[in-house]
């Protein structure tokens, strides 16, 4: 059974700092993604990493993918207040293309 | 397109209540699912279709059921519904299991 995790659950930081969210996931995955969820709100897609090596960039965000480790990674950059959210990680398992999602990490930026 | 759409947003039921969480794709997506989150946490997979008149169970499938008549509606059903239903249900499709397109959710309250 595919489980993922994420650390650190919640994360303050400063506007102008950076920082990686981390995850983990127990069992091999085609492809793994990484979503965006304003409060109250629905999921924004943010990235899919589909093999080995694979770096995304988008703005202050950058993801990549060790399918070897087992371990994606979400490096924020130069924080601003507008990317608090909350940040989730998921892999993909089975023939019917299931998502198994992390418990999400929590971003506050302050000013 | 109007892409996943999800009736209703809110809904108030009593223990013991049933009802229809409604989702609509008009993307002719062959794979559609079902999941719900609650507070602070992350999504968890009810059910899945991978096509008309074929469905699975996911990771929490007790006190639900589906059916998949049609391509475009993946209707979930409460019966007996209980405090512990109490989440937001997001419905999701996707082509080919490449891309998801989420519903703006369903929040529920079981009193």
């Known amino acids: 059974e595919l489980k993922v995790e994420q650390n650190p659950l919640f994360l303050s930081m400063q506007e102008g700092k950076n920082y990686t969210i981390y995850c983990n996931y127990s069992t091999t995955s085609d492809r793994l993604y990484w979503y965006r969820q304003d409060p109250g709100k629905s999921l924004e897609s943010l990235f899919v990493l589909l093999s080995n090596g694979a770096v995304k960039q988008e703005g202050r965000l950058m993801a990549s993918l060790d399918t070897k480790a087992r371990l994606s990674t979400l490096h924020i950059t130069a924080a601003v207040h507008d990317l608090s959210a909350t940040y989730f990680c998921a892999a993909v398992t089975g023939t019917a293309s299931k998502l198994t999602f992390g418990t999400g990490t929590r971003l506050q930026v302050t000013l | 397109n109007a892409g996943v759409t999800q009736t209703p947003k809110f809904r108030i039921l009593k223990i013991g209540q049933s009802m229809t969480l409604q989702c609509t794709q008009d993307?002719?997506?062959?794979?559609m699912y079902w999941y719900r989150q609650d507070p602070g946490m992350g999504l968890k997979l009810i059910y899945y279709?991978?096509?008309?008149?074929?469905?699975d169970k996911g990771e929490v499938p007790n006190g639900y059921n589906v059916s998949r008549s049609t391509t475009e509606d993946f209707p979930l059903r409460l019966e007996l519904a209980a405090p512990s239903q109490t989440s937001v249900y997001f419905c999701?499709?996707?082509?080919?299991?490449?891309?998801?397109?989420f519903g703006p959710g369903t929040r529920l309250t079981v009193t």
């Open positions: 279709s991978v096509g008309a008149g074929i469905t």
């Open positions: 993307m002719n997506h062959n794979y």
């Open positions: 999701a499709s996707s082509l080919s299991g490449e891309t998801w397109y």
